[in-house]
């Protein structure tokens, strides 16, 4: 195997790209994966060559990166509309098949189907993906103050959900 | 280009909290390791070296290629210019020798001018196709005044002294 320059490749030693892209690429894939993407794996690595490509540096490389697979994800769904597929087989975004059963339980998943879709991605990115509020709104393409509007509404309506099923009380 | 990520790093403490509580909302447990803390296998290894070595190579043909469409984009515009440019220099030139023979031309005239102006009239020489084109004094002693008629061709007569010419009848001897 060829052996890598260090000092020529992009972001730098070699052992921190290795433990960031084992850290990162698993969670795009999972990313891409619940944006319906057919070839989430393809698309994650896809999104790390063009981010490596660049000759400019990038403020935000994570956000950067979940920024580059929602596009691919969603580019790599559009040219579903002119074929002749089943409904069921076309996911909705953030809705990818079983995209959370190994990382959520139940009980979360469920509360989260109970949001729309705009408000679920920015609770994803921002409660599971542990991702900041500045980070989103570079994802999505947002202002900030919007990615807070959005988390705030998700709160109360996630705070709605536990009064009338009573699980508040329980959490207090 | 470094993984440092400011955003992330110097998030403010209103924000953690806030994830924190929504994290208790939905009932998730708290992550046990850090976002940055996970295990490189060699698989992933290999990949992530493959993954920049093939945007290593994709930087090398991509940018050759790019400089290379750039170019041939350009050529027609270059040829398109360079031809008009061409076509203009060449009226241009034309357009000099025009002006310079003009201006010598009236340079010439006056030059006559002066030289007409300067010399006595009798030594002025008359061209001799003006002295031609002019018609016979004779024909013109009896040309009326009146513009119309001015190209009318008048023949002299020549008036008899006699009072009682041969060839004329008197109307009361008749």
Redesign the interface.
């Known amino acids: 195997?060829?052996q890598?320059n260090t000092q020529t490749?992009?972001?730098?030693d070699?052992h921190?790209?290795?433990?960031?892209?084992?850290?990162l690429?698993?969670r795009l894939v999972s990313y891409a994966r619940r944006y319906g993407a057919t070839y989430p794996e393809d698309i994650a690595?896809e999104a790390?060559?063009i981010?490596?490509?660049?000759d400019a540096?990038?403020?935000?490389?994570?956000?950067y990166l979940y920024g580059t697979v929602r596009t691919l994800s969603l580019t790599e769904r559009r040219p579903l509309k002119n074929q002749s597929i089943s409904l069921e087989a076309v996911v909705e975004p953030g809705k990818g098949p079983d995209a959370d059963e190994d990382l959520?339980?139940q009980?979360?998943r469920d509360?989260?189907k109970a949001l729309s879709p705009t408000f679920r991605e920015t609770?994803w990115l921002?409660?599971?993906e542990?991702?900041?509020?500045?980070?989103i709104a570079?994802i999505l393409d947002i202002p900030e103050a919007t990615v807070k509007t959005r988390?705030h509404r998700?709160?109360a309506h996630?705070?709605n959900q536990?009064n009338s099923s009573g699980g508040l009380h329980v959490?207090a | 280009m470094s993984w440092h990520d400011p955003a992330r790093s110097l998030e403010p403490q209103d924000e953690t909290d806030l994830r924190n509580e929504l994290r208790g909302l939905l009932g998730m447990r708290a992550p046990e390791t850090s976002y940055f803390e996970a295990e490189a296998t060699p698989e992933l290894v290999q990949l992530a070296d493959d993954l920049r070595r093939e945007a290593r190579r994709r930087n090398h043909t991509a940018r050759r290629k790019t400089s290379w469409m750039l170019l041939a984009a350009a050529l027609p515009f270059a040829l398109a210019l360079g031809g008009v440019g061409a076509w203009g220099l060449g009226q241009k030139h034309k357009a000099d020798q025009l002006a310079a023979n003009v201006a010598h031309q009236e340079a010439e005239l006056q030059r006559l001018a002066a030289a007409a102006r300067q010399a006595p009239p009798a030594q002025v020489p008359v061209p001799a196709q003006a002295g031609r084109s002019q018609p016979p004094q004779v024909l013109l002693l009896g040309q009326a005044p009146v513009k119309s008629k001015a190209r009318e061709l008048v023949i002299p007569v020549e008036r008899s002294t006699d009072p009682n010419p041969h060839d004329a009848q008197s109307v009361k001897a008749r």
């Open positions: 195997m060829e890598l490749v992009p972001f730098g070699s921190e790209f290795h433990d960031i892209f084992a850290s690429y698993p690595q790390f060559v981010l490596m490509q660049r540096p990038v403020e935000h490389p994570t956000a959520l339980s009980e979360v509360r989260m609770l921002f409660v599971v542990d991702l900041s509020i500045r980070q570079e988390i998700a709160k996630l705070r536990l959490l």
